[in-house]
């Protein structure tokens, strides 16, 4: 017997297919078939492997709803949650109205991205919102970073410590700066601006529900 018959008949009658045996040994499906096709030991791992597949058909729709499912759950609880933050801070917090106000000005309002994202000129007022999302809204100081928005010829170094400094950032978590691009005058006035993101659908969908919460109790449409 061929050395790699006998290679390939141990690894059909482990289960393998016959793609795979080809894959390992270089002999052809065809070969395969005609070495293995009247053996009943080999019908019957042929006949395996179909019912192997097919339950991994009708398993795929099954797992990819269950997981649909699992999302709308988490992002139940968590608009639940922000219910819970907006009562509790609303009337109570400067800084939370605060927060909440700037992102709806300047925040990424996007529902289709889990990223929360708020961009300015000032360090202080991103100094805000940085406190806002790690004291208000519970998010790890660790998730949240910054990158400096700079002209070119800018200084890179000395405004990333300049951005740490000024939100409260350790300087390791301003990130790698991005260049604008803008007329000269202004190119040499200007120090730039930075961004703040935390990433995680957790704390987008919150802060979204946030948004909706100020409208719905703060500023309800007047009827006539």
Same mark, same amino acid.
């Given at each position: ?5 006998? /290679?390939? %008949? %141990? ?5 393998? *297919?016959?793609?795979?045996?080809? /894959? ?8 395969? *078939? ?11 791992? /042929?006949?395996?492997?179909? %019912?192997?597949? *097919?339950?991994?058909?009708? /398993? ?9 499912? #699992? ?56 100094? #805000? ?12 100081? %660790?998730?949240? #970073? ?10 890179a170094i000395a405004q990333r410590r300049m951005w740490a400094t000024g939100i409260g950032l350790p300087l390791e978590r301003i990130r790698n700066e991005t260049v604008l691009h803008g007329n000269t005058a202004t190119q040499r006035r200007s120090l730039g601006a930075c961004?703040?993101?935390? *990433? ?25």
């Open positions: 017997m061929r050395s790699d018959r006998k /290679r390939a %008949e %141990e690894l059909r009658k482990s289960g393998k *297919s016959y793609r795979h045996i080809s /894959r390992v040994l270089g002999v052809s499906k065809g070969t395969l *078939s005609r070495w293995f096709k009247d053996e009943l030991w080999s019908v019957v791992v /042929r006949e395996a492997l179909i %019912e192997k597949t *097919s339950f991994a058909s009708e /398993r795929g729709p099954a797992l990819s709803i269950a997981k649909k499912e #699992a999302a709308q759950k988490r992002r139940t609880q968590w608009r639940t949650e922000a219910d819970a933050l907006f009562r509790a801070q609303a009337t109570q917090s400067p800084l939370f109205m605060l927060g909440v106000g700037m992102y709806w000005t300047h925040g990424d309002k996007n529902p289709n991205t889990r990223v929360t994202r708020l961009t300015s000129t000032d360090p202080g007022a991103l100094r #805000a919102f940085f406190r806002f999302l790690s004291e208000c809204l519970g998010a790890p100081e %660790e998730a949240i #970073a910054a990158t400096p928005l700079l002209y070119p010829g800018a200084p961004t703040i993101t935390l *990433s995680g659908a957790e704390w987008k969908t919150k802060i979204l529900r946030l948004l909706e919460r100020v409208v719905q109790d703060h500023i309800p449409l007047k009827t006539t």
